[in-house]
Every structure is written in C-alpha cells, then in structure tokens.
C-alpha cells in the first residue's frame, strides 16, 4: 500500500498540507492540485489510487470533476464537502464519487475513511459466489432462497432481489437511485422510488431481531442504504 | 388614457367604414371592430376589452344594420350576427387576458426560482468560506495534540463549537429565506426511529434512550422529510440528554393517531413552566437559569419548530402527568 499514489484536488493551500500529512503514512507519493482541470491532467498521467477531492472548486462543479474522473480512472474518490448536504451527497456518489467527508474534519476521521475504503476495495468480490453469508444471513442466490440462522425467510420476488442487491454490495452505501435502479430496472426513479423504503421497512421486519435498531441493512440518512459487513456491529 | 384611445380607434374605425357603408358587407364591420377590440383588450386589460366590445356592439347595430341610425334591426338574421359578434368578441378579450395572466405568473414563478437559487448558492458559499478555515484550524490543532499541550484541545473544541453555531445560523437562514429545500416522501416510522438511536449511539450514556413503538404490531408510515425530522427529533433527544438528570430514562415513541405519524420524546428533566412554553421556541431564547451556555446556539428548538412547519407538521410542548418534559412532533400521515 505504501507504494501507492494519492492527489488532493482543492484550491486552499492550507487544506492540502493538512490533508497532505494525513495521508503521509499510507502513500509514498502525494501529490496535489489546485483546480479541477489540473486535477483531471494530473489523473489522468500518474494513476493515483486515491483521489481527494474538494467540492468548492472555482473552476468547474464536483458533480462535473467527479464524472470526469470516473471516466478515466478507477482511483478511489473521497469527496470533501462544506455542506452539509444530504442531497449534494447522493448526487456524487451517483456520478461515482466513493465516500463523502464534511468539513470541518479530524486528520483522525479521514485517516480512517481513507483507510475503509482501501479495505472495502481489496474486499472479494461476492457477484457471482452462489452463497453469500453475513451474521446470520445466509443467501442462496441459485436457489433464490435467504436463510436466518438456519431458519429459512419468506420474501417476495421484489424483497429477495432488493436484499441480494444490499448484500453484494456490503459495506457500501448505496444510495436510493442505484438501488431503484438495480432492483427495479426500467421503471421510472420518481414516481415509484417510495416501494424502495416499504420494501426496506417489511425486509427489516423479516430480518432484523430490532427494527427499531437494525444490524443488517443501515439508513444513510437522505442517501441511501447500507448493508453492514460481518464485522460490522 | 389607453381607454381614451381605445374609444378614439373605435370612433375613427366606425367613421371610416360609415365612409364606404354602401360597399360593405356585414363581415367587413365586424372583423374591423374585432381588430379594435383585441387591440383595446391587449392594451388596456379586460375590463377595458369587454367594455369595448359592448360599445361596438352598439355601434355596429346603430350605423350597420339596417335600418341604418337606429338600434332597430330588420332582418333577424342580422341579430345573429350581433350576437355572434359580441360573444366573439369578449371570449377573444377573455382569452388574451388569461393568456396573458399566465404568462405573467409563470414570470413571477420563474423570479422566485432564480431568488431561491440566488439565496441557496449564497449559503452555499457562505457554508465554504467558513467552514474552510475552521477545517485548517480543527486539523491544525488536532497535529499539534501529540505534542502535549492541552491548548490544542481546546483550540479543537470551540472551533466544533464554532461549526455548530455555523451550522445552525445558516439553517436559520434557510428556513426565513425560503431556501429550504424539502423531499417528502413516504416514509417508515420504524426507518425514523431507528435512525435517530443510530445518531445516539457512541454516546458513553446511549443507553438512557428507549425507543419503542405505540402499536409493535403495525408497520406505519409518514410522508415528511426524512433529514428534516431526523434533524428535529435529534435536536429533542440532544435536549433531553443535556437537561435531564444523568442516569434517568428519556423514552422516544412514534405511532399513528388519525391523519398524522406522532412522534414523543420525553423526560425526567425538570419541564417548562407555563409562561415559558412558546417563548422556547423563539430563536437564541435562553431560560433562565439553565447555564446552558457551552454546548447550546439557543437555536435548536426554534430549528426544529421551523422545520416541523415547513413540512405541514406541528412541534409543541406538552404538559406531563407526574412532571417530566414532552415534545410532541405531529407529521402527516402516509400509506403506501
């Protein structure tokens, strides 16, 4: 890992010596940018495996810099924010930003969120494994068939493939458009995307021995949803 | 003036044709008298159209219709024709006013957007030039902490301090400027519930939160914000959590009653007297004799009434049997 490249995008020059230290440890090579353009350039040569990046560019949106990157590069994006803003979060992670971090932060936070997203990517890829175990959830994804410790759970067509969806991606937020998306393909995101959350509050029913304080699928408030790893309490 | 011209046209266009009566069917007069209407009603609004129209009905009956000079009309069929024209006449008025007035909202419509856009990308800047330099000061101190001086820690602490004040400044700001941005949908109350014992966790005394449901059976929804309320009813547990004896039990409860989801969260604490219980609403209201100072904006409460509101719903103290506070949140219920 200490081999590895990362680039700060972000126009303050304080913010990047502090973000610049952080990352000091965890890569060999740090280097930095000041506008989204020379952001994209510097991507685009040296291949970093993390790219951090600050929203309040003046030369170009994150959304826009964020989808430029992504075309070009599988680097690991961690967006840095000044809002606070629920909705300005699930537009990045839509244009395929990783994480999200909200100023003012701790070098500790984001030390941590860096290092999450490192382990969640060396994590085996679970899309194409027949059996997927998590806690006590057992998937067959041949068998279409969800088993709790031992038990097995009874879930419509729709309920199975949002719960599939939720455990492949484990650890990952996914956010209410890339669930609408991969569980209900080729219907309109606007007027439906209200099944998402009732199918969510009936699995949780199913699954979860508190739905008052779920341990398997979590709410990211205003994004999405996440379904914790095993280690995960 | 706009009516004195629209009269004027009229008189000049009844003048001109009496000029040529005798080459002029009675489809000339009324097309003519038509042109003068639409423009009178396009100048003067539709009052002055209909008003138009009327006089050239008139007009057209007493110089155009034979026998000519008198509001006499011969033939029948010749009624028709005034009839017709008049009612076409102050359908067109009418119809050009409401066009117009549509027009004219979709203008104002379109302002409102752009001032609500205006406002949002201020805060939104204003949100990025403070929060910038309390992220260099907030990372600065935290390097410096290794090194032993208790200083940095509190350098650390007021400038969380400082962002939470940030933070409920601009949310004021939102919710008087109008900039608030609402997505309501149908929501769990289950999804709630357990999104604000998430927020609580961590907390060394997490445990002094008991959530529960009023009906454990019944899986109920609302239609509200999710971030809004999540923000509420968090501001009302952090509340409990600071002005409640340590130890005691603050208990969260949401149901449906009627048309709306009811959400209660509840205290050992001391309550509000009653001389006080609006006044906790308003912005930077301190009550005296709590030393709230360190950890408080004065702004939470009045935040969380501000955006109860803004999503149709209700945030207000209750009184309590055996002592004890109670917030109650009412939000309009949903069905899937």
């Known amino acids: 890992m200490a081999n590895q490249t990362a680039l700060i995008i972000d126009d303050e020059p304080r913010i990047r010596r502090v973000v610049s230290n952080a990352l000091a440890d965890d890569f060999a090579r740090v280097l930095e940018a000041s506008s989204g353009a020379e952001g994209l350039r510097i991507a685009s040569v040296e291949r970093p495996a993390l790219i951090v990046l600050d929203l309040g560019l003046p030369d170009a949106t994150g959304a826009s810099v964020c989808a430029g990157l992504r075309a070009s590069s599988n680097a690991l994006i961690l967006v840095l924010s000044a809002r606070n803003a629920d909705r300005e979060k699930a537009t990045l992670l839509d244009a395929g930003a990783d994480d999200y971090v909200t100023k003012p932060f701790s070098t500790l936070e984001l030390k941590a969120r860096v290092r999450a997203l490192q382990r969640r990517a060396k994590l085996p890829d679970t899309v194409g494994a027949t059996t997927i175990q998590n806690g006590d959830l057992k998937m067959d994804t041949e068998a279409r068939t969800l088993e709790s410790n031992g038990q097995p759970v009874h879930l419509t067509p729709t309920e199975w493939e949002l719960v599939r969806v939720l455990m492949s991606n484990a650890g990952k937020t996914m956010t209410h458009r890339q669930l609408f998306t991969a569980v209900w393909a080729g219907r309109q995101f606007g007027d439906a995307q209200q099944y998402l959350r009732v199918h969510v509050a009936n699995v949780r029913r199913k699954i979860e021995a508190n739905p008052l304080d779920p341990r398997y699928i979590i709410t990211e408030p205003g994004v999405g949803y996440r379904f914790a790893r095993p280690s995960e309490g | ?336």
């Open chain 2, 1 to 336: 003036m706009v009516w004195l011209l629209a009269f004027l046209g009229l008189a000049l266009a009844a003048l001109g044709l009496v000029a040529v009566r005798p080459l002029l069917g009675e489809a000339h007069v009324a097309l003519i008298f038509l042109l003068v209407v639409l423009g009178s009603s396009a100048a003067g609004g539709r009052v002055l159209g209909i008003t138009v129209a009327l006089a050239a009905f008139v007009v057209f009956d007493f110089f155009f219709l034979p026998p000519f000079n008198t509001l006499l009309v011969r033939n029948p069929f010749d009624w028709l024709v005034l009839v017709v024209f008049l009612i076409t006449s102050i359908v067109a008025a009418q119809l050009l006013y409401k066009a117009r007035s549509e027009r004219a909202a979709v203008e104002r419509a379109e302002a409102l957007r752009e001032a609500d856009k205006l406002k949002d990308a201020l805060l939104a800047s204003l949100s990025h030039d403070l929060r910038t330099p309390l992220t260099t000061i907030k990372a600065l101190a935290h390097e410096l902490q290794p090194l032993g001086d208790e200083r940095a820690l509190i350098i650390e602490e007021q400038a969380d301090r400082l962002n939470r004040l940030v933070t409920d400044l601009l949310d004021v700001g939102r919710l008087d400027g109008g900039a608030l941005h609402l997505d309501i949908q149908l929501n769990a109350v289950d999804d709630l519930l357990g999104a604000v014992g998430q927020q609580v966790s961590g907390k060394p005394d997490q445990d002094r939160l008991k959530i529960s449901l009023d009906d454990p059976a019944s899986l109920s929804f609302g239609r509200f914000d999710f971030v809004h309320s999540l923000r509420i009813l968090g501001n009302l547990v952090d509340n409990a959590f600071k002005y409640s004896p340590p130890d005691s039990p603050i208990i969260l409860t949401g149901g449906v009653e009627g048309k709306d989801v009811v959400f209660r969260v509840v205290d050992a604490g001391n309550g509000v007297p009653a001389d006080e219980r609006d006044a906790i609403f308003t912005a930077f209201y301190r009550r005296p004799g709590t030393g709230a100072g360190a950890h408080s904006t004065g702004l939470g409460l009045s935040i969380a009434r501000g955006l109860a509101k803004a999503q149709g719903g209700t945030l207000v103290y209750r009184e309590r049997d055996g002592g004890g506070t109670m917030f109650e949140l009412r939000l309009p219920a949903g069905t899937p």
